[in-house]
Each structure stands twice: as C-alpha cells, then as structure tokens.
C-alpha cells in the first residue's frame, strides 16, 4: 500500500471507532495529549513515537510518527538515529520494520 | 534489589560475558555509539531508550536508562513525559514497569 | 484480502501442516478442547480469544475469534467491549490491529 | 512476595504515578470504565484481562485480575479456564506465569 | 508476495539502509558472524534462527531463514521440527507465521 | 533464587497445574515430544529452546533450556553461541536475560 492508502485506511476506521465506542475518542485524546509539545519538544516526542515503533515492530505505527517527525521538522540523520536506536533495542527481529521506515521514508520525502 | 546492587550485578556479568566471547563487547561497542551524542542528543537518546524500556517491558533496561538521563541531566519533568510515552505505546500491562520507573528514580533523586 | 481469502488460506495450510506432521493435528485438538463450552461459556472464551488477539496484535487470530464470536451469538456490544480490553491492556500499538478488527467485523455483518 | 506486599506496593506506586502527573489518573480512570460492568459482566471482564495476562506475561497483572476475578464472584474452575485460553495462546514461554498464577490463587483461597 | 518480490525487496531496502548509515553495515556484519560455522554448524543455527523466527513471529525473518536453511542442507524434516519448536514455544499466535513458513517452503522446494 | 531453588519451585508448581485440570498434562507431553530426539537431536534442539528463550526474554525458560544443554552434553561453545543468536535476534532488551544465562550457566558447571 501507499503511504496515501494507508493514511485513509487508518483515517477511515478510527472514525468508524470513535463512532462505535467513545473509548476510542478519549483513548485518542490521552494518546494526542502525551505526544504534544511540553517538557520535552513535540519533535522529540515523535522521534521516541518512532523508535518505539521499530522496536515494537508496528509498521502502521512507524508511518504514523515518520509522518510527525516531518510535520515536526526532524532531518533525516536525526530520524536515522530513531530507527537505529529502536533496531539496536529490538534486534534483528525488527530489520523489516527498518526497511518499512525507509522505504516509506522515501516516498515521504520524494 | 537496590539501585547499587543491581548496577554491580549488570557490571559483573557484562564483564563475564566480554570474557566469554568477543561478541559481546562488539555488541556493547554497537549499542554505545548509537547512543553517543550526535544528531540527536545524548539526552534525548537516553529518554527515548527510557522509552523503549518502558513499551517493551525491561525492568534492568528502565533503570540503565533512568541513570543515562540523570547523567545526561534530564529533568524530572522530561523522565516522567518519556514514561508516559511508553506506557500508553504499551498499554495497562506496562504499570508494573512504570511503577518500577518511578520506585528507582526515587531513588537515584534521593 | 477478504474475509473468504483469509479463510480459504487458513484451511489450505492448517491442511498442509496436519498432513506434514501431527504435531499440528495435536496441538489443534488441545487448542479446540481449551475453547469448547464449559465453566466459561464458548461465548465468552470467544470473547477473550479475540481481546488476547488484539493484546498481542495478530490479525489472523482477531478474525479468528471474531468468527467464533459471531457463531457463538455475541452481539456488537460484546465485541466491541473485548476490543476495547485488548486496547487498554496492549495500548496504542494495537491500533493497527483495532482497526483491522472493526474492518473486518464490518465485513463480517455485512 | 507475598501477595500482601505486592500490593501495598501497587498502591504506593499507583499513588506516587498519580501525583507525578495527572495522565495516570486518567489512563487508570479509563481502564477502570473498560473493566466496568457492561455488555460484558465485570466477572468476564475480569476473567479475559486474566487470561490476557498471561498470554503477555505479566505477573502483577496476573494477580490484579486473580483478586478482580476473585471479588467478581468467578470460581476455580472459571479462573482455571481463564489461564488455559492464555497459556494456549502464548505457548510454553507462558509456563513461568501460569505457575505464579495457581501459587498466588492458593494464597489467595487460603 | 512471492519469495522472488520478498528476497528482492529485502536487498533493495537493506542497500539503501546500509548507504544511508554505517550503522547498519556493522550490525549485518555482526549477524552474519553469529550465524558462521562454529561450534554449533551453520545448519543448526539457521534452524535456529528459523525457530526464533516462528516463536517472535517474524514472517520475512522466517523466508531468511527457510533459504539459509535450505543453502545449508537441512532437509524438510528438520525444518518442521524447528517449526515446532517455534510453534510450541509460542503458542497458538504463531500459527498464522507457521502457515506463511509452509507456504513458502512450499513455494522454495517446487 | 539459586537453580536448586527455581527447580524444586517449577516441579511444585507443574504438579499443582496437573493436578488441577489435564490439560497441563497434555500440554506438557507434547512439549516434551516436540523436544525429544529426531531428525533434529535432542541437543540441538535444547539449544534451540535456549535461543528462543533469550530471545523471548524468559528467565524460567533460560534456565530450563540450560539444564536441558547440559544433560544433553552440550558444551560450554555451544550454549555462547546459542545465546549470541538469541541475543543478536532480540536486541539490547534481551541483555538482562544473557546475564541471568550467564550467572546460571556458572552456577550449573561448578
């Protein structure tokens, strides 16, 4: 899939969520309220986002903060590093999810 | 275990295992440079290995990476913002380790 | 995939590995008998079948336990409250995966 | 530990979390609301977070849902159903945890 | 996919990672020499690394390693036995990965 | 714990299981059959079990798999290599487990 499909799918079935249970409205709003600017920089906060999504091997979820730590103004060494850190914590095991990130990294940037 | 034992403990048996097999300290020697300062910072880098520990459930890991961010001088409003990162990334079966987080950074604030 | 290819799939090579060795054919029985009616309705045990599916993020599995519960007359309100379980206890890395089941629910009651 | 001193643990940290920062009152304000009666009895409830627990190997949280189960009215044979939907869909890795389980059962029926 | 579009991939995107930071050379590097003949012959360690595979659920780790499996000798027997063990350790989740392990051995011995 | 003291706390404990409900007895039979010599030996296969244990990040089961080594005659190069593969595989989050593997790997060779 594409970073575009892949996008309106999550789009599509998080309102599909929040319309069948408001759990997933307020789970939401918990998630949007850790990940915003405070005592750490909202730029940083993505970059964890991405360094525990390769080590938790999520590939949606790596989309998703690769996607923050561009809106965020992350340079590519400094996401580089996010995935290195999460690869050298996770093992060989998250090398997959490390070609995910760089492959949709790509397409981000093009 | 005490903050103190469980340093020597983890000092003792790196060691043992640098003596067993190179890999080890080739390993070690890997994890550390990524780590280094460099596009992100060193303390930004120990938060977010906080953060890992915490969604991935480590325990030895949280407590390395507690004593990286004081090293590196986070505060306690940053350490406590990594926790909540990657306590709602992993979810309620991660209060064991958050509440380890806090036990253990009591005590290297004391 | 659809629900069908999914399915079709999921026979076609649960076929192959009970042909290849009874081991499968074994642990398929053990796995069967944990899941039948007893002290826990088949219902219920579909139930938690489907929010352990989301805690541990396996896709195949939710469509697993969504079938079974579906066959075991859970209603919509019963599912989603397993899900919503799953959800809090795996935390935001098994969003994908809430996405995924309500997807395929939807499919499923179509 | 005796069951008694983890959770006067559990407490004390639960408490230090909470006036840390106010995102823990609501993430355990939400997982009480997901653990309520509902849809689901509270005992079910209790009897899949049990299992969930054990499928994702989580000691303390196996015992906090023994006691949910346990205050929920859920008898031996329920919370003995409840740990083999876990240890089947874990595997042997789940072992350590199921015998954590039945030991802190005992003391908890004791 | 097919195993083809699989290996293809995982050579292009392993290319662009190791071009866009050392890191990833050094710790390819390091994999391959824990994967080298030695004490334990690289037969038995790509088995090895096969059931590591099945048991943390890694689908492209398992196509890695059915084909160094396969480059070393091991003949099918040995193979489903390290499925097994994978199978076995990690429980009833990891059958959607020994499905995927028997599709592609399948499509690797046609 | 001393090794003596996690054996004789795992037999206590296996027998509490079989003897409330026979599930435990069949799970544990088909696990000792998937370990038992064939075309793998029973001594490679006891250093799969160590691999994944690492890997998998279970103590209980590192142990288990260290005795299984051991009386299977494995030597002290290749239970290193078995942990190096689980190590490599898993990351830096499996260090706290190749530690314990070390201390008990002493512990059962003096």
Chains 1, 2, 3, 4, 5, 6 share one sequence.
């Not at 996607?67 to 340079?75: P, T, V, W």
Request: hydrophobic share 45%.
């Amino acid at each position: 899939m594409t970073v575009e499909e892949m996008k309106e799918y999550r789009l599509q079935y998080n309102k599909v969520m929040v319309e069948a249970d408001s759990f997933f409205a307020e789970f939401g709003k918990l998630d949007d309220k850790v990940y915003a600017d405070g005592a750490i920089s909202k730029k940083h906060k993505e970059l964890m986002g991405l360094a525990i999504s390769l080590a938790t091997r999520c590939n949606e979820c790596i989309l998703y903060h690769l996607e923050g730590c561009l809106n965020a103004k992350a340079n590519f060494s400094e996401i580089v590093e996010a995935i290195k850190i999460g690869v050298i914590a996770g093992g060989s095991i998250t090398y997959p999810n490390a070609r995910f990130a760089f492959d949709k990294l790509q397409e981000l940037m093009a």
